[in-house]
C-alpha cells in the first residue's frame, strides 16, 4: 500500500473538513434558552420569546470566537438561522413580516454589539441598511449575570430616540428625494435571558414544519413546465458514509414513475438518472443535500436533455441536463437518519432563459443508509448529554492521546492502537498496515502520530447511549483551533476510541 493512500482507511485518523460552516444527520440541537422581554419599533411592540445562540468567529480577530444571540419573537425555521452565523436568511423572513428580531454579538471581555431589525410591511431589517457601517444603539447596555464557555445569562436593553450612522437614510433605506435629513425611527428594548452553548451548533428550540402524513416513499404534488403538468408521485434518499459533523451528501430523487430500489444502494449518479429515464420519467428533481447546510435551489432534470447527453458521452452534467429553480423554497418537517420528509414550492412562475417552472411537491422519503451504521455520530435526538470533560468516554481519549504523544516507534503505537481502538477500527487499521515496508516506518509513524493527535486537547460534552459516546473536542494543531467529533465504544467494560473528523477554525 502507498503511503499516500494509507491515511484515507485508517479508522483512527481524525479526517480534517473544510472550515466552511458551518452537522450521520445532526438536526438543530433543541436547548431551551429563555428570553423575557419586548422590543418597541415605531409604535409597534412586540414580545420576544425566543432566542438561539451559538459561537462564531470574531469578525476582527479570527483567533478568538464571540458568542451571538438572535432574540425572535416566535420559533423560527432552523434554515434561518444560517450556520456560519450570516443573517441572510433572517432578512427575508423579517421582509415578508414573517419574524420580528434583534441580535447581539458579545466578545469574550463582555462587550456587546446589536443589530436592529426592522422594515416594511410591519417587519423589522437591519439599521443602518445591509451595506452601511453597522452601529451599537446608544445607551444599549449588556449586563452579565453569568457569563460562562456553557451558558450566559443577563439583560440587554437600550431607549433610543436617535440613531447614530448615517442619517441620509430612512428606515426603509430610501434617500429623501428632497435631500432632508429626517429623524430615524425611535426603538427601545429590554430583555432577560438566559442561554445554552454548544461548541459548532446553535442551540434553541425550532419551529418544525407540518407533518406530509404521506406513505414512505411517495410524493404528492407536480411540477409545471410551460403549462406542461408533470405529477411527481415517488421519492428517493440515501446516505453513504459518516462525517461527525453531519456534512454527508445525501442524494434526493423525486420521480414520476418508480425506479428499480436496487438501483439506490450502490448506482453512480448516471446510473441513478440513467434509471429515471428507463423508467419513462420526463421529468425529475434530483439533488445532493446536508444537513449542515439547508437545501436551496434544487435541479429539475429534463430527462430528453439527459438523454441527449448520454447519447453524446457517457457522463451527464448538470449544466447540459437540468435547470436550478432558483426561487424554490425548500421547506423539512424531518431531516435525520431515517427520513427525509418536507416540500418543495414555488411561489409564483418563475422564468428561467426559455422555459417557465412552478412546483409545489411534498414529499416523504426513507433515508437509505449504505455504509457501517456503528460509525454514526450519537446526537441530541439519539443520546443524552455529556457533561463537560466527557464522563468515561472523555476520560479514556485523554488517556489515549496522552499515550499516542508518549510512543517512541511505530510498534509502541500499533501497540497502543490495537488496545485503544474499537474492533472495527483495529480490523480497518491491521489491513491498511499490512503492506507497509520496513523503510516506510519511520515515515509512517510520524506521519500517524501527527493526525491523530490534538494539542491541548478539551472535551467539551458530547452525547452517549448505551455503549457508544460521540465526543465534542477542542484543541490546536500548529496554531490553528481545532474542533473535533469523535466517536467512542464501549467494549468488555472499556471505552474505545473509533472514528472522528476535525474542523480546523
Known amino acids: 500500500m502507498k503511503l499516500g493512500t494509507l491515511s484515507l482507511s485508517l479508522a483512527i485518523v481524525l479526517t480534517t473538513v ?12 433543541e436547548i431551551v434558552n429563555n428570553v423575557e422581554g419586548s422590543f418597541t419599533f415605531k409604535d409597534e411592540t412586540v414580545k420576544l420569546n425566543h432566542a438561539y445562540a451559538r459561537r462564531v468567529e470574531n469578525e476582527a480577530d479570527k483567533t478568538k470566537r464571540d458568542v451571538l444571540i438572535v432574540f425572535t419573537d416566535r420559533p423560527a425555521p432552523w434554515k434561518v438561522i444560517d450556520q456560519d452565523g450570516s443573517d441572510q436568511k433572517l432578512h427575508e423572513k423579517v421582509d415578508k413580516g ?10 469574550d471581555d463582555k462587550k456587546a454589539t446589536f443589530t436592529i431589525y426592522h422594515g416594511g410591511a410591519g417587519g423589522f431589517g437591519v439599521f443602518p441598511p445591509r451595506g452601511e457601517e453597522k452601529d451599537t444603539p446608544a445607551k444599549a447596555e449588556f449586563k452579565p449575570v453569568s457569563f460562562l464557555p456553557n451558558l450566559i445569562e443577563g439583560q440587554v436593553s437600550a431607549k433610543n ?7 441620509d437614510i430612512v428606515a426603509s433605506g430610501t434617500p429623501d428625494p428632497y435631500g432632508e435629513k429626517p429623524e430615524p425611527p425611535s426603538y427601545h428594548f429590554d430583555l432577560n435571558f438566559k442561554v445554552g452553548l454548544r461548541p459548532d451548533e446553535w442551540t434553541g428550540v425550532y419551529y ?5 402524513n404521506l406513505e414512505p416513499g411517495k410524493a404528492s404534488g407536480q411540477v409545471v413546465v410551460d403549462g406542461q403538468v408533470v405529477k411527481l408521485n415517488h421519492v428517493y434518499a440515501r446516505q453513504s458514509g459518516y462525517d461527525l459533523f453531519g456534512k454527508n451528501r445525501v442524494a434526493v430523487l423525486l420521480t414520476e414513475k418508480p425506479i428499480a430500489t436496487e438501483t439506490l444502494k450502490d448506482a453512480s449518479e448516471n446510473e441513478l438518472l440513467r434509471a429515471a429515464l428507463q423508467a419513462g420519467n420526463t421529468y425529475i428533481i ?12 434544487p435541479p429539475l432534470w429534463s430527462l430528453e436533455k439527459v438523454r441527449a447527453a448520454l447519447q453524446a458521452s457517457e457522463q451527464v452534467s448538470l449544466l447540459d441536463a437540468s435547470d436550478s429553480l432558483l426561487t424554490a423554497e425548500v421547506d423539512l418537517s424531518q431531516f435525520d437518519s431515517k427520513a427525509l420528509e418536507g416540500k418543495i414550492y414555488t411561489e409564483s412562475p418563475f422564468k428561467w432563459f426559455e422555459h417557465t417552472y412552478e412546483i409545489d411537491v411534498s414529499f416523504n422519503a426513507p433515508v437509505v443508509i449504505t455504509g457501517d451504521a456503528s460509525s454514526a455520530p450519537v446526537v441530541a435526538g439519539s443520546g443524552e448529554p455529556l457533561p463537560v470533560g466527557g464522563g468515561g468516554p472523555g476520560s479514556a481519549y485523554l488517556n489515549f492521546v496522552k499515550s499516542v504523544s508518549l510512543a517512541r516507534n511505530l510498534k509502541e503505537l500499533t501497540q497502543l492502537l490495537e488496545t485503544s481502538q474499537s474492533a472495527s477500527a483495529i480490523a480497518e487499521m ?8 520496513p523503510e516506510q516506518e519511520e515515515q509512517l509513524f510520524g506521519l500517524l502520530k501527527k493526525m491523530i493527535s490534538i494539542a491541548n ?15 465534542w473536542v477542542t484543541g490546536s494543531d500548529n496554531g490553528h483551533q481545532i474542533t473535533a467529533r469523535v466517536n467512542m465504544h464501549l467494549e468488555n467494560g472499556q471505552w474505545k476510541v473509533g472514528r472522528g473528523s476535525t474542523h480546523e477554525e
Request: charged share 20%; hydrophobic share 35%; net charge positive.
Open 18 to 29: 473544510g472550515c466552511g460552516r458551518k452537522a450521520a444527520f445532526v438536526a438543530p440541537l
Open 98 to 107: 414573517e419574524l420580528r428580531a434583534l441580535s447581539v454579538r458579545l466578545t
Open 161 to 167: 430616540e436617535t440613531v447614530t450612522g448615517n442619517q
Open 208 to 212: 418544525k414544519y407540518p407533518a406530509t
Open 286 to 297: 434530483y439533488d445532493n443535500w446536508t444537513t449542515s447546510q439547508p437545501p436551496v435551489h
Open 430 to 437: 491491521k489491513l491498511s498496515l499490512a503492506d507497509v515496508r
Open 457 to 471: 486537547p478539551s472535551v467539551e460534552g458530547g452525547f452517549a447511549t448505551g455503549d457508544k459516546a460521540t465526543l
